[in-house]
Each structure stands twice: as structure tokens, then as C-alpha cells.
């Protein structure tokens, strides 16, 4: 167990609609990163955030996303949702967000878009 | 920019054989190098990193990794595997970019260790 938890852990849904996936890092973890797992693309940094602010940006599409909010768990909107965002999201946590930091991974979201 | 080549998408190798999985990057500024491992249904957990000094790094569960320079590569090793490494695994580079972290993975070579 990372200490990192990801709400929900299945989420199906249809085309054109919006979800909302949350992380809560570990305790004392200042930054969050987003990630997606998909068959095709691999996986991708989406974006990153320490203490509340946008730290880094990754192939984030701009119908996606993100905050991080005063109690440092973090928040991925997904929006207009299409057939290729099917996929796992992960977030990770690190104590201070810098590249050498290790980054520890939650068990994922499965996002389904029917 | 940055890529990360892992070239074999599968690796099979029998219990206690030797194993390298290799990866080969490219990148205009200095990077640090990591390599995660991705058990099924799980996120992922660091393996090893290597920043700066030796270049052989060792992580958990017994791996190595060499970092290579002038060959941009940083293969992972392990002298004897288990059966309990069969799983994902996955070279990283990050890189800090006009003050931007960029992170990019390899596309994952799965292990998969025959009794």
C-alpha cells in the first residue's frame, strides 16, 4: 500500500460526459501528478501540482482538469468525454514535487466511456 | 525533445535466469533515469533511479540499472529471477525544461518468468 488512495476505483460512463476522480496523497506529500495508462498511447503525464498551484503540464487535453485544493487531496476533471479516454488514471504523490523526488503511485481509477 | 525506447515489448526467461530489460533514451538536456515496475491491477513502484555519481545503480528486489552515456541507456538486470517479478516494467526520464518538469515513460516491456 502506497498510502496514496484514488476515488472511485471503476467509473463507467457514456460519451459527452463529465467525471470527477480524486486523490488523496500521502500524508505529508506537498505535490500530485496525474497520469493516463491506455493501450494505445502508453503511459502519459498529464499534469502536476505542489501546494495547491500548477507545477508542470503534460499532454493534457484541454477538456481535462485538474486542482489541488487546501487539504492537498487533488481533483481530475474529465469533460465532453470520448470513446479514447477509456483508461486508467493514476496519481501519484511526492514530499516536494522535485524531479528526483520519488513519486509514489495510487492503485488507479478505470474510467470507462461507452 | 525527450523519448524513451524499451525495446522489447516481452521478455520471457526461465526462473532463475539472468534477465536484461533494456532502454534507450533521447534527450537535449541532462535527465534523471528511473525504472518502475507495474504488478497487474496495481499503480506503479519505483524500482531504482539513478541522478548523478555511480553509475551503476541498485534498487529493490535484487535489480541493477547501468546508466550509459555515450550510449544514452540505462538497462535494468537482474542475475536471478523469480517467479514473483513477472509484471510490467517501465524506463522514465525527467528533465526540467525552461523551469517545466517533463517526464516521459517507455512503453512498458512485460516480464513474464517461466517455472
Known amino acids: 500500500d502506497s498510502g496514496v488512495t484514488q476515488t472511485p476505483k471503476h467509473l463507467i460512463t457514456a460519451t459527452g460526459q463529465r467525471v470527477t476522480l480524486r486523490c488523496s496523497p500521502r500524508?505529508?506529500?506537498?505535490?500530485v501528478y496525474w497520469y493516463q495508462q491506455s493501450l494505445d498511447q502508453g503511459l502519459q503525464f498529464l499534469i502536476q501540482?505542489?501546494?495547491?498551484?500548477?507545477?508542470a503540464k503534460g499532454n493534457i487535453l484541454e477538456r481535462f482538469s485538474a486542482q489541488q485544493f487546501p487539504d492537498l487531496h487533488s481533483e481530475l476533471n474529465l469533460s465532453s468525454l470520448e470513446l479514447g479516454d477509456s483508461a486508467l488514471y493514476f496519481c501519484?504523490?511526492?514530499?516536494?514535487?522535485?524531479?528526483?523526488?520519488?513519486?509514489?503511485f495510487g492503485p488507479g481509477t478505470r474510467l470507462t466511456v461507452l | 525533445a525527450q523519448s524513451v525506447t524499451q525495446l522489447d515489448s516481452q521478455v520471457p526467461v526461465f526462473e532463475e535466469a539472468p534477465v536484461e530489460l533494456r532502454c534507450n533514451y533521447s534527450?537535449?538536456?541532462?535527465?534523471?533515469l528511473f525504472w518502475y515496475v507495474q504488478y497487474p491491477n496495481q499503480g506503479l513502484q519505483l524500482l531504482l533511479k539513478?541522478?548523478?555519481?555511480?553509475?551503476l545503480v541498485k534498487g529493490i528486489n535484487g535489480f541493477e540499472a547501468e546508466f550509459n552515456k555515450s550510449q544514452t541507456s540505462f538497462h535494468l538486470r537482474k542475475p536471478s529471477v523469480h517467479i514473483s517479478d513477472t509484471a510490467e516494467y517501465f524506463c522514465?526520464?525527467?528533465?526540467?525544461?525552461?523551469?517545466?518538469?517533463?517526464?516521459?515513460f517507455g512503453t512498458g516491456t512485460k516480464l513474464q518468468v517461466i517455472p
Open positions: 501519484a504523490s511526492s514530499v516536494e514535487g522535485r524531479q528526483w523526488d520519488e513519486q509514489f
Open positions: 500524508s505529508g506529500d506537498l505535490s
Open positions: 501540482y505542489y501546494n495547491g498551484e500548477e507545477r
Open positions: 534527450s537535449s538536456v541532462s535527465v534523471y
Open positions: 539513478y541522478l548523478s555519481g555511480s553509475t
Open positions: 522514465a526520464v525527467r528533465s526540467n525544461s525552461g523551469g517545466y518538469q517533463k517526464v516521459t
